[in-house]
């Protein structure tokens, strides 16, 4: 008799432009996407505020992005994050991207904010720590690897007893582990490098107005297939623990 596929949840944190999402779907179907078809996934709008009841009921929780912002503390957002912190307390495997990760911070008492130099957008390099090389999400991942990124908001304390695992010249917390199982990622594994090309361009106005130069940002924009194999080593790591 076959086992039951592991139960996973996404936790939609909102929607991404309305352009983009004619084109490409949104920020769920990107997840599911990713993710291991031997999953059984289940999504929930958690800025309607839907939550998914007990954490235990579930192998699995990922936390979407959001163009809302974690610092405004708006209600849906607080009642998830301390779902999230139950959640972690009780090592169920978390992946918590952009806004996934900064409400990750968050919960388990971080410092979440806009970040001092302003936006990080487009492709660019993520170096590993010597932590990584332990941790069974990064353990496999090269040293330095390419990731699509966008964002204004980031974790600019870690929680207590967190393990930093990646940063970057311009983001020093591009992930960390808290406990066994919960990681959070500024970067964003989801995102296939044509989506980060149509991000650059609706927000190309704006990123002329901050100084950059939009036409090359777009043009730099480069295959992330590290990044996004995380979202299977997740899968696996998912399935791995209902196993055990």
């Not at 936390?63 to 139950?86: C, F």
């Not at 600019?156 to 007893?161: E, V």
Request: proline residues 7%.
């Amino acid at each position: 008799m076959s086992q039951p596929k592991p139960n996973v949840v996404i936790l939609k944190t909102g929607s991404t432009y309305p352009s983009i999402k004619e084109q490409f779907g949104d920020f769920d179907e990107w997840f599911v996407r990713g993710l291991s078809p031997e999953l059984d996934i289940t999504v929930l709008n958690t800025e309607a505020g839907e939550l998914p009841g007990d954490p235990t009921d579930w192998d699995g929780i990922v936390i979407t992005g959001s163009p809302a912002m974690v610092s405004d503390r708006e209600p849906w957002s607080e009642n998830a994050a301390t779902w999230l912190a139950q959640a972690v307390h009780l090592a169920i495997p978390v992946l918590g991207v952009c806004y996934g990760h900064q409400l990750l911070a968050h919960a388990l008492g971080g410092e979440v904010g806009y970040h001092p130099e302003g936006r990080e957008s487009g492709t660019r390099s993520v170096e590993l720590l010597t932590s990584a090389q332990k941790d069974p999400l990064f353990c496999s991942m090269p040293d330095t690897f390419s990731a699509q990124l966008t964002h204004k908001q980031s974790v600019l304390s870690l929680p207590p007893g967190a393990v930093l695992l990646g940063r970057n010249e311009f983001e020093p917390h591009q992930a960390f582990r808290v406990g066994e199982c919960a990681w959070g990622v500024q970067f964003h594994p989801e995102f296939s490098s044509a989506v980060m090309r149509a991000y650059l361009g609706v927000q190309a106005p704006d990123l002329e107005l901050e100084g950059f130069n939009a036409q090359s940002m777009i043009d730099s924009v480069t295959d992330a297939p590290e990044a996004s194999g995380l979202l299977e080593r997740f899968s696996a790591l998912v399935a791995e623990n209902k196993t055990d």
